[in-house]
């Protein structure tokens, strides 16, 4: 008997778009899921041999690299920020769609940028060739959250994090000066277990005709 097939999903916005996708493809997770008092991390999924794990965006794309999950859906600035050799990203689920984008002070925009910045971000990778491609050295502070509070506090100039409706930045005295990368959720898999195994073949397939079907409605 086949292993079960581990699928990894993120907390958050994403999942909350994404379970109704999800639920067409035949991946619909058990009662427990849904129980917000639930501490649980996996999940049964109905009428299915397959688990789901719900973890940190970041760690979807971890759990799916190393062949620890065989698929996942994350953000395609987590697929960008590490760039795994063993992450294949076959599927634009078309849905969490957001920005990655620099933003600084609203009182202090200049025209001309230095040749260092220090930036505080979650996203050091993506940062730093994003700034590198200016002929900038960026020093990255990462930052897990609370982003917005670091050029007032004096912990960088500027910022680089994701924005949907800026609103946020607005509340924090911040304004979005360039774009870096346009976000939207994808199906990743695990190179290897493609090869190998036909459920995750099968997944692709029907999550792929799912959004041709949505494109073409």
């Given at each position: 008997m086949p292993q079960p097939l581990t699928f990894a999903v993120p907390k958050g916005r994403i999942l909350e778009e994404a379970l109704p996708l999800m639920a067409r493809a035949g991946v619909v997770p058990d009662a427990e899921f849904h129980d917000k008092k639930s501490r649980a991390l996996s999940f049964a999924v109905e009428g299915s041999d397959?688990?789901?794990?719900?973890?940190?965006?970041?760690?979807?794309a971890t759990f799916v690299a190393h062949g620890a999950a065989q698929v996942g859906i994350v953000g395609s600035d987590v697929v960008e920020e590490f760039a795994y050799s063993d992450l294949y990203a076959p599927v634009d689920l078309n849905i969490g769609h957001c920005r990655l984008s620099v933003a600084e002070p609203a009182g202090e925009v200049q025209g001309a940028l230095p040749s260092h910045l220090r930036i505080a971000?979650?996203?050091?990778?993506?940062?730093?060739?994003?700034?590198?491609?200016?002929?900038?050295?960026?020093e990255v502070v990462k930052l897990n959250g609370a982003m917005e509070l670091a050029p007032s506090l004096g912990l960088s100039s500027r910022i680089v994090d994701l924005v949907s409706t800026g609103r946020t930045l607005k509340d924090n005295g911040l304004v979005e000066t360039s774009r870096i990368l346009d976000i939207s959720a994808r199906l990743i898999v695990n190179r290897a277990a493609l090869k190998t195994d036909e459920r995750v073949a099968a997944l692709?397939?029907?999550?792929?005709?799912?959004?041709?079907?949505?494109?073409?409605?």
């Amino acid at each position: 008997m086949p292993q079960p097939l581990t699928f990894a999903v993120p907390k958050g916005r994403i999942l909350e778009e994404a379970l109704p996708l999800m639920a067409r493809a035949g991946v619909v997770p058990d009662a427990e899921f849904h129980d917000k008092k639930s501490r649980a991390l996996s999940f049964a999924v109905e009428g299915s041999d397959m688990r789901l794990i719900r973890v940190r965006a970041f760690d979807v794309a971890t759990f799916v690299a190393h062949g620890a999950a065989q698929v996942g859906i994350v953000g395609s600035d987590v697929v960008e920020e590490f760039a795994y050799s063993d992450l294949y990203a076959p599927v634009d689920l078309n849905i969490g769609h957001c920005r990655l984008s620099v933003a600084e002070p609203a009182g202090e925009v200049q025209g001309a940028l230095p040749s260092h910045l220090r930036i505080a971000s979650k996203y050091p990778n993506l940062t730093r060739r994003h700034f590198e491609k200016l002929g900038i050295q960026a020093e990255v502070v990462k930052l897990n959250g609370a982003m917005e509070l670091a050029p007032s506090l004096g912990l960088s100039s500027r910022i680089v994090d994701l924005v949907s409706t800026g609103r946020t930045l607005k509340d924090n005295g911040l304004v979005e000066t360039s774009r870096i990368l346009d976000i939207s959720a994808r199906l990743i898999v695990n190179r290897a277990a493609l090869k190998t195994d036909e459920r995750v073949a099968a997944l692709v397939d029907a999550f792929r005709a799912l959004v041709a079907g949505k494109e073409a409605a």
